[in-house]
């Protein structure tokens, strides 16, 4: 496998690791996030929705924009549009603008699945599914270490914002790769 492929694959499943981590960035710290906003279920249901809608349009959009406007500025717009709705979660002064991140990152994190899932299967020229089932191993161990970490992190003191922004700048960090993996042309 030439180089560059390596680096797709790479870039590929540290962006399906971080979309896993980030669906349950939220959930991992709701307790801290609920008594921060002093918000009931039915306001973290508004944000669930909301988070969800935006991924299936995020999904959506970036597959009919693709081929218009190309991967390559569609992925690594995806990880910027993750990164700021996180980053909008974490610096958040109030429920609304949290809302309006939760959604930004919602939007972000279903374009970059549908988008590197649509790289991955280009790039599987055995066409049984094994590159897509390892692509997705990837976003499993990110949503798996998300509350594990997590958890660890508040029980030791650390503010729920920090780890949000943290990972913000993972990926803010992912952009400029994923650029890279943007020029895989679509297979006919």
Known sequence: MPASS???FATSYGAFALVGWSMLLVPSLIRDIRADFAQ???????LYLGASLLFGTGAF?????AGRL???AILPTAAVALAIGLATQGLA???PVLLVGAALAGGGAGALDAGVNGVIMDLSVSGRGDALSR?????SLGALTAPLALGLLVAAGVDWRVPM????VAGLALAAPLRLV????PRA
């Open 70 to 72: 190309g991967r390559r």
């Open 61 to 65: 959009l970036s597959g009919a924009l």
């Open 182 to 185: 943007g020029t895989v042309p």
């Open 165 to 168: 922004v943290a990972s913000a």
């Open 6 to 8: 390596r680096r797709i």
């Open 40 to 46: 009931t279920d039915a306001g973290f249901g508004v």
């Open 135 to 139: 692509l997705h191993l990837f976003y």
């Open 93 to 95: 002064p109030a429920w």
